[in-house]
């Protein structure tokens, strides 16, 4: 996350998708939103077995909400050349916003419904296959019934001057025709409730697509499928708790959870980047996006899990220190992006090398620093 938000050296596959489409960019904040659900389901059990109550639980997850929603607006909306913040340009979506609302929902639900003893529970013999799944039926319940307001709202909201269940970037997209209908209903439902000045005003189709109108990747409609995407990663959770005993049967369950998501995005997109029912895009974060990234969480967690924790042969670093200190280098790499030594002026433009050089080594800084911070037993929890 902190290489692609320096640049990524300006190659374009380290740049967000200008609609519709993949790059490596795309891949790192779903996957950061999956693994926040598998926490909360290997961290709420760890609480509840040392009798934590559900009444803890719950203000810790509120007072974590919190403070992640205060540093998206008032710290990193903040820029020492603006002056005093301005209420009259703040963007009140972000990434931490969408991450705290996130965790939010997601922990509150499972601090509802989550279960002890899921050992005990998982050497049962009735409804093996689908054991997982039974015990939490009503999380199930829950996320089914908030993604179908979701694609409600996506496909049959009214939005002026536009046809119903628009998907388009606007501007000179679909041939001129939407011009002003960015984003559909997600853009039209952020405007609405933050107004146009208080969300994103640079999307990455502005550029491509022309468009002239603001719209946020980290918008309300967005943000519910990113529930839906920590749910994915919840249910990873719940599988690794209830089949800890047999690590086979977790690969095999991570296997078939990639398989059948890879099959909806396959049916969902038309096995196409534009021609699909819900193509791919990390702008509206769309249902096919969730699936797609999801199939390739649960791969990927699935190959970490095997090499780190089956057989041991490696043991995450180094990248596991700036995960035990992941807002305070999100937060520092936000506000020192502009500074020396993450930044210079660049003698040679046209090349790659001088930007990659600045950009990787922006990175390993701040590698580099969250390990001295693990030396010194110093972790920033919210």
């Not at 899921?118 to 409804?127: A, D, T």
């Not at 099959?263 to 996006?289: H, M, Q």
């Amino acid at each position: 996350m902190v290489f692609v938000n320096y640049g990524g050296g300006s190659y374009w596959f380290f740049e967000h998708a200008p609609w519709n489409g993949l790059t490596v960019a795309d891949l790192v904040m779903p996957w950061f939103v999956f693994i926040i659900g598998t926490s909360v389901a290997l961290a709420f059990n760890s609480m509840l077995k040392k009798g934590a109550t559900r009444c803890k639980l719950l203000f810790k997850l509120t007072w974590r909400t919190c403070v992640l929603f205060a540093i998206g607006v008032f710290f990193l909306n903040y820029g020492p050349a603006d002056g005093p913040l301005s209420w009259q340009w703040a963007r009140i979506p972000g990434v931490l916003q969408r991450l705290g609302i996130t965790y939010f929902l997601i922990a509150l639900l499972h601090s509802r419904f989550s279960m002890l003893n899921l050992e005990e529970l998982g050497s049962r013999q009735w409804s093996a296959a689908v054991r997982d799944i039974v015990l939490y039926w009503p999380e199930w319940i829950f996320i089914i019934a908030i993604e179908t307001i979701s694609l409600c709202l996506t496909f049959l909201l009214p939005v002026p001057g536009c046809p119903k269940g628009y998907l388009g970037p606007g501007g000179i997209g679909d041939n001129g025709q939407y011009p002003n209908c960015t984003g559909g209903a997600a853009g039209y439902i952020d405007k609405w409730l933050f107004g146009a000045e208080h969300i994103y005003q640079n999307p990455t189709c502005k550029v491509l697509y022309k468009t002239t109108q603001p719209f946020d990747p980290e918008g309300i409609l967005g943000t519910i499928n990113s529930v839906l995407m920590a749910f994915f990663g919840l249910q990873a959770g719940k599988i690794i708790l209830i089949y800890r005993k047999a690590p086979l049967s977790i690969l095999k369950r991570f296997l078939s959870w990639a398989f059948i998501l890879g099959i909806i995005s396959a049916i969902l997109t038309k096995c196409t980047r534009d021609e699909g029912f819900i193509p791919v895009n990390k702008n509206l974060w769309s249902l096919s996006y969730v699936t797609t990234l999801s199939c390739f969480s649960f791969l990927l967690l699935g190959f970490m899990f095997y090499v780190i924790d089956v057989k041991q042969w490696w043991g995450g670093q180094p990248f596991i220190y700036p995960g035990m200190n992941s807002i305070f280098v999100y937060v520092g790499h936000s506000l020192l992006a502009a500074y020396f030594p993450f930044n210079w002026e660049i003698r040679f433009g046209t090349s790659h090398y001088e930007l990659l050089m600045q950009d990787l080594l922006g990175t390993i800084i701040w590698v580099y620093v969250s390990y001295l911070l693990f030396r010194q037993n110093f972790f920033l929890k919210i």
